[in-house]
């Protein structure tokens, strides 16, 4: 059967890009300085997030066209989860705001197209059907 484009593979897609997008933002300075770099001294638990992002996008790339409920889920505890650290953090620190500004708005079209983009899932348990 062939992949046929629909409105909801298309926008779980577009997810996967800005996914792909993040990986390669945090591939970029782990190559530079290190799998144990501290992110210019940053508490132990924002090095270990911020690095811990680098396996989390890529496997919710995978997810998304693996396993689109669980994809789709992943998604959205990443970006919300990234938004909130980030958010929290930016404030007094030199921190990239173009970053957390293109979070947010990422954060905000997921939220507004994911009613669609589960439009051609199953969401009923196999008890129900």
Do not use: E, K
Request: glycine residues 4%.
């Amino acid at each position: 059967m062939p992949y046929r484009f629909t409105r909801p593979r298309v926008l779980r897609g577009m997810y996967a890009l800005c996914l792909a997008g993040a990986t390669y933002n945090h591939i970029v300075p782990l190559r530079q300085h290190g799998l144990l770099w501290d992110y210019y001294g940053m508490p132990l638990f924002y090095a270990t997030f911020w690095t811990s992002l680098t396996v989390c996008d890529p496997l919710a790339i995978i997810c998304l066209f693996a396993w689109p409920t669980t994809g789709t889920a992943l998604t959205a505890a990443i970006i919300i989860v990234d938004v909130a650290v980030n958010t929290a953090f930016a404030p007094g620190h030199p921190f990239d705001r173009a970053a957390v500004i293109s979070q947010w708005i990422f954060l905000v079209f997921f939220l507004s197209t994911l009613t669609m983009a589960r439009q051609d899932l199953r969401w009923r348990s196999p008890r129900m059907r």
